[in-house]
């Protein structure tokens, strides 16, 4: 029988597999909004272009900026709505694989069949569109829409005020397209976390209204790459439905700091706790499933990431106005 640690690697990879799945369909209507975009473009150069450059003065003749901008978003804008969709969907399946398959870990821990039963609709769907920094996830991915179409026509009017050449405009909606995919990216992966996250608790709730005594564990990601806030949350256990005590203020879960730059690509998860067994093993990064240790324990043998660590933590809890932070 797999141990919890490798039962919590199977469901990560499961979820990561999915991820990446989404990620490349949002990346591939980026492409093809910049193909599309540059095939606009390469008209009115053709049409209107004096000696290679088009101007702002030649292009707001007869509206052409205006129909340009209208045409880019009545082709680009179904491109960005599905974009939305995706990240939506990558949600929903984050919370409902947490909410089932540790549910399915537990009782595999255990050695008991548990009745999980189905989760509510209205559960899932509340969990998707609880509001981070006061938006829902669909208010956000509108949000992305609408500055996305304007920055691609605000790219345009400004090559057009420098008078660029048609490879140079494309060179400059190119960069960027490539930051706001950037950017979608960071709100699909953060939306993962956030969602899984709220999963597992659900998962956990659910465990211990089935009889199941039931704690929950931090788990960061042991790399140079963690925050050192979220780093010295690992191995840090609590009773569910509890909170958890970091440098910046207490926290239910990942990505649910509700301080973007904690909660941002964050990469922790939970990891559930049976009363009465500790953790024996747990998964990292290129190394597998290795003797259980904590990432103040793994960081030790790390002189240069040990004080990167330190110091990060210090600054964190005076920028969050706690005076020490316990070690």
């Excluded at 450059?53 to 509206?63: I, Q």
């Excluded at 006061?134 to 920055?151: F, I, K, V």
């Excluded at 930051?179 to 992966?189: L, N, Q, S, T």
Aim: aromatic share 8%.
């Amino acid at each position: 029988m797999p141990t919890l640690a490798e039962t919590d690697a199977q469901i990560q990879r499961r979820i990561a597999r999915v991820l990446g799945r989404t990620e490349r369909a949002i990346l591939d209507n980026y492409r093809l909004a910049l193909n599309t975009t540059r095939v606009e473009l390469s008209k009115l150069y053709e049409r209107f272009s004096v000696k290679g450059e088009l101007t702002l003065a030649e292009m707001t003749k007869f509206n052409r900026l205006s129909n340009l901008s209208r045409d880019i978003a009545g082709q680009l804008g179904p491109m960005f709505v599905e974009n939305g969709v995706f990240t939506r969907a990558m949600a929903t399946v984050a919370y409902e694989q947490a909410y089932y398959q540790y549910g399915w870990a537990v009782s595999q821990d255990i050695g008991v069949a548990l009745e999980w039963g189905l989760i509510p609709t209205d559960a899932v769907r509340a969990a998707v569109r609880n509001p981070v920094g006061g938006l829902t996830l669909p208010q956000r991915t509108l949000r992305q829409r609408q500055q996305a179409l304007a920055g691609i026509n605000n790219s345009i009017r400004q090559g057009l005020i420098q008078g660029d050449s048609f490879p140079t405009m494309a060179r400059r909606v190119k960069g960027f397209l490539e930051e706001d995919a950037a950017r979608a990216m960071r709100i699909v992966r953060t939306e993962t976390t956030r969602l899984m996250a709220e999963g597992q608790m659900a998962s956990f709730e659910r465990a211990e209204e089935l009889g199941v005594e039931m704690q929950q564990s931090w788990n960061a990601a042991l790399d140079a790459f963690t925050r050192p806030t979220h780093a010295d949350l690992d191995g840090q256990v609590v009773n569910v439905g509890d909170l958890f005590d970091s440098a910046v203020g207490p926290v239910a879960a990942p990505g649910h700091f509700g301080i973007a730059e904690e909660d941002v690509n964050c990469r922790c998860v939970l990891v559930p706790v049976v009363s009465g067994m500790s953790a024996e093993n747990r998964r990292i990064r290129d190394e597998g499933v290795v003797p259980y240790t904590t990432y103040r324990e793994w960081v030790q043998g790390k002189p240069e990431l040990l004080k990167q660590f330190d110091k990060g933590l210090s600054n964190a809890a005076k920028k969050a106005g706690i005076a020490s932070v316990g070690t």
